[in-house]
Structure formats: C-alpha cells, structure tokens
C-alpha cells in the first residue's frame, strides 16, 4: 500500500505543475512535454544518487526523502501561485527548479523501498514485481482521478498538500512499522508531524492564499473563483466593472463588451430578417446569446459550450445574469455542454446564421476549433443563404493568426469578409464572416436600438488601414496547427 500511495503522489506532483504552467503560462502542449521531460529526468539522476545512501541508512533516509517530498511537493502549487502572482519574473526558474527537486526525490524512492524491503524477505523477482506493480497502479489511480475528481473539486493546491500529506503519513507509518531498527524514531515522528501539521494548516489556509494571489493578479476584488475540469474561471469586481478571467486570460469587461458583442451578432443578424435559427458555438457567458434574443424573429438558439460550469455560472450568478439579461434561462435557448467538434459531428440540425465565439486558439485543444475540418462540419450545418461569424483574434496584433483564420476559411470552402471593431480592453479585434454564397453586403443601418454600431461605424469595420492590410499565410490544418504557432509568435512579440 506504501508503494501505491508512493507512486501516487509521485505522479501528482507532475500533473500539478504541468497543469498550473498551461493555466498560468498557456500553451499546454509545450508545458506538459516540458514539465514532464524535467520531471523524468530528475527522476533519473535521483534513481542514480540514491546508490550512494549507505544500506545501513536506507531506511531512515527513505522517511526524510518522503517528508521531504510531501512537504515541497505538497506546498508546490500554492508557492507558484503566490511566486507567480507577486513575483511573476522568476516564475519560470522556481517552477523548473522546483519540478526537479521534487523529481530527483521521487526518483530515489522506489529503489529505496526495493532496498528496505528487500533486505527484511526473501526472492528478489518476486519484490521487483510486487513493488512495480503497486507503482503502475498507483498512477493509473491518479491520472483517473486527478481531473475527474480532484483538481476540480479541490483545486491544484488542495490537491498538492492531501498528496503532501499522503507522503508525511506514509513517513509516520513506515517509521512506526520500524521503530525497533531506528536509531532516531523519536526525532523522525517528530519530524514527521511537524511536516503533517504544516501541510494541514496549508489546506485550511490555501482558499484565502489563493483569493490574495489572485486579488493580486487580476487587481480587483475577486467576487467568485472555480476551477472546473477544463478550466479556472475567475469573475472581479471593481465598482461598476465586471470581468470575467478564464486561465488567467482576460474574456471580457462589463464597461465595453457590448462593443464585441454588437459586432460580433448584429451584422449578420441585420443581413438576416427571416432568421428563425441560429447555434452559438462557445459564448458560454450568455452575452452572445442576449444579443441574439434581442430579435423577435429569432424562435430558436442552440449554444453548444464545452464547461458546464461555466453556463451554470452565468445562469444563477445574479450579477452575471443581469448583464446577460437571462439570456441561458430564456426558453427560447437550449444550452448543450458538449466538445463544439463531436456536437458538431454528430448532429444534424441546419441553422439560419452560426455565430463561433470560441477562446483564442493558445493551444492545440483550441486551435483544433479553427481547422478545416471543423468549419467544413460547420458548413453542413449552415443554410445555403446563411451566414457564419467567427471572432479571430486582433488583425493588428496578431495579424497572422488573424488571416490564418481567413484562409483556413476559404481553404474550407467559404466566400468571406473580414471586418474589424476597438474594444477598450482589447484594442483592435477582428471577426470574420463567412458564407457559401456571394453578394454579403454590410448593413448601413440597424433595425433595433444600438451602442455602438450604426451606418457609418460598420462601414468602417470592414474597411482595413495599411498597417493591418492582409498577408499571406498558411490556413490551419490538423497536421500542423499552424494557426497555433502564428498565435504564440504574434502574442510573444507584443509581450516584449
């Protein structure tokens, strides 16, 4: 059972940090491949220190090295966050520098455990077997459960220090089990506790740690904080200022979403006077779908969003209901929480207009959702005189992704006209809509009553300046996830 708890804890530690790099730092791919090459290969130089341990002491050092990975691999994801929050410039070196020492420890563990055991029973093959066997098992118990269960219900630190403690309490039993052969069992229970105590006072202390870190980063009142299977979402408050934060990414602000959102919905809405149906992909923050219900000739929205909890948020949360005017409740929406490709795969319904307001492609997972073959599912479902909208990132600062997104368009089939709106919070955003006809003409006027868009503004929009004219660029395709790679580059170079 010590080697299964061993192996467990073993394996959580890298889940833990690979997950909190992709939420902090994005790109999960690089992240975990990264975070896990670092891990295995501490692992290896602490399997090859541990032939230095003299046999005589392998059973004490055995109970150190597992305080000493309970307590720092315990403590790991609240020490990043606050690091990060605080001190975000070193984050990188201690996230490394503390994936390796929690590797290299984790790494010594098991031929220790081979060498204690092995000295205390006889037939060697029959240990090697038993012990790796516990240790297979133990991480197929945590990569189950890690995001099913864990990281969504108690979060990334909460799951670190209950496998901190893991390690302590196996610390504690296998000193008491050998307390005739230890020369310091008083000194090491001691040890033993202190470390246990520690970690416990962390889990009780780590909601409020994690509400100042993130009061820190985002700069505002935190009003309500989640981490769900797919995703952090974190919603602030300043004054009158709503924002809602997903991986620490800003989604939007309440003082000018209406500005993206009347520029994502209404020119194609406008174009549409007989639209009865229409499929929000994304939008799971109901704010899309308010613009859509504005229209009384609208009888039915189907949103597909992946998160759960996220349309479960912003249909009971009373400030997020009230700016999206109860848009998910309203009985002539139907909120579907599926994967937007298998929905779209597996479905058959045809839609008069489908409005794409997925997150910016910063990953593979979400870059799939602007491949060719996933607006080519999308045009089965669109009417032969229907229109399509997608958002596409910033045509000024990430001109690449942005054009990327147009000809993976047309690579897909699509006639399309690319358009653009300054949203404060954002600065210059792009929205491309696509149609399989010809002939889509920009509304010069508006039916309904507007904020921001009227003639003169959406004849603009489609108008581009010199610095953001279109350039070539590859359309993305599954093998490659080019659009990906444009988004990292485009997005590095306006961090600099």
Not at 63 to 78: K, W
Not at 135 to 141: E, I, K, R, T
Not at 460 to 469: E, T, V
Request: glycine letters at 8%.
């Amino acid at each position: 059972m010590s080697v299964f708890i061993v192996a467990s804890c073993g394996l959580a530690y890298e889940l833990i940090a690979a997950s909190l790099s992709s939420y902090l730092l994005g790109d999960s791919v690089l992240q975990f491949s990264s975070i896990i090459g670092c891990y295995l290969f501490a692992m290896g130089v602490g399997s090859h220190l541990s032939q230095y341990v003299k046999d005589e002491d392998t059973l004490a050092r055995f109970i150190e090295i597992e305080l000493l990975v309970g307590l720092v691999g315990g403590l790991s994801a609240a020490v990043l966050f606050m690091i990060f929050a605080w001190l975000s410039a070193p984050f990188r070196t201690v996230l490394y520098a503390m994936v390796f020492v929690i590797g290299m420890l984790v790494g010594m563990e098991i031929p220790l455990v081979m060498r204690v055991l092995n000295a205390r029973q006889a037939g060697f093959k029959e240990l090697v077997s038993r012990v790796l066997t516990f240790d297979y098992l133990g991480a197929l118990a945590v990569s189950l459960l890690f995001p099913l269960v864990l990281a969504p219900k108690l979060g990334l630190s909460r799951t670190g220090l209950v496998f901190g403690m893991l390690n302590a309490g196996v610390a504690l039993y296998t000193a008491y089990i050998f307390r005739s052969e230890l020369k310091s069992f008083h000194a090491q229970t001691f040890r033993a506790g202190m470390v246990l105590g520690i970690l416990i006072l962390g889990f009780v202390a780590s909601d409020q740690l994690t509400r100042w870190s993130e009061k820190v980063m985002f700069g505002d009142e935190v009003i309500h904080a989640e981490t769900s299977p797919y995703q952090r979402l974190v919603v602030t408050k300043w004054k009158d200022d709503l924002r809602l934060y997903i991986n620490g990414n800003l989604q939007f602000s309440s003082r000018d979403e209406h500005r993206y959102h009347e520029a994502l919905v209404h020119p194609v809405l406008e174009s549409l006077p007989a639209a009865k149906k229409v499929l929000i992909l994304g939008g799971g923050d109901g704010l899309a779908a308010r613009e859509v219900l504005r229209y009384p000739n609208i009888e039915h929205i189907t949103l597909v969003d992946l998160d759960p909890a996220m349309t479960k948020l912003f249909a009971q949360a009373g400030p997020l209901v009230a700016l999206n005017r109860g848009s998910l409740t309203d009985k002539r929406l139907a909120v579907i929480n599926a994967d937007a490709g298998q929905w779209l795969e597996t479905n058959t319904d045809q839609f008069d207009a489908i409005i794409v307001d997925f997150p910016d492609p910063s990953n593979f997972g979400l870059g799939k959702l602007y491949s060719v073959p996933i607006y080519r599912l999308m045009s089965r479902h669109l009417a032969e005189r229907g229109l399509m909208v997608i958002q596409s990132t910033s045509p000024f600062y990430a001109a690449r992704s942005y054009w990327c997104i147009d000809a993976t368009l047309r690579e897909a089939g699509f006639k399309t006209w690319p358009y653009h709106a300054y949203v404060p919070s954002f600065g210059e955003w792009g929205f491309i809509i696509a149609a399989k006809h010809e002939g889509f003409v920009p509304p010069s006027r508006y039916r309904l009553p507007m904020r921001f868009l009227d003639g003169d503004s959406t004849k603009l929009m489609f108008s581009f300046p010199p610095d953001m004219q279109r350039i070539e660029v590859e359309p993305n395709r599954l093998n490659n996830q080019s659009l990906v790679h444009y988004f990292e580059k485009d997005w590095a170079q306006v961090i600099r």
